[in-house]
């Protein structure tokens, strides 16, 4: 694994995410993905060889790639489906829905509703 290479990744998502309104910065993506502020900026250093032993793993890129709405393959090699698959993202936000607020599940309902009804019924 390239930590430099990984980085790259990451800042073409970040720069992506900030056009789009989107923007967040090492910190807050470290925070997201692994509740330390620190985690981005620790592989930044080491891949200028400023601190040989910063935590990059598998499981912390993991982690960041779902911060980024990424997959991880992709995060760790530049190759493969670059989006999350629709799986994880169904999954992440069935796990997230016992967290949110009455109000804020209503607004998720009428947002839902709101995208489907966009999109008419395929013909069978």
């Given at each position: ?56 793993n598998i499981a912390t890129i993991a ?30 936000i069935i796990q997230a829905l016992p ?26």
């Open positions: 694994m390239n930590i430099t290479d990984v980085l790259i990744r990451i800042d073409e998502r970040l720069a992506e995410m900030k056009v789009d309104g989107r923007g967040m910065s090492d910190r807050s993506l470290s925070l997201e993905a692994t509740g330390s502020t620190d985690t981005i900026r620790n592989w930044r250093r080491q891949a200028t060889g400023a601190k040989p032993t910063a935590g990059a982690k960041v790639a779902r911060a980024l709405n990424v997959s991880a393959d992709w995060l760790l090699t530049g190759e493969g489906e670059r989006s999350l698959p629709q799986s994880q993202i169904i999954s992440d967290e949110l607020t009455p109000v804020e599940l209503e607004t998720v309902r009428a947002a839902v509703l709101g995208l489907r009804d966009r999109h008419p019924p395929e013909e069978q």
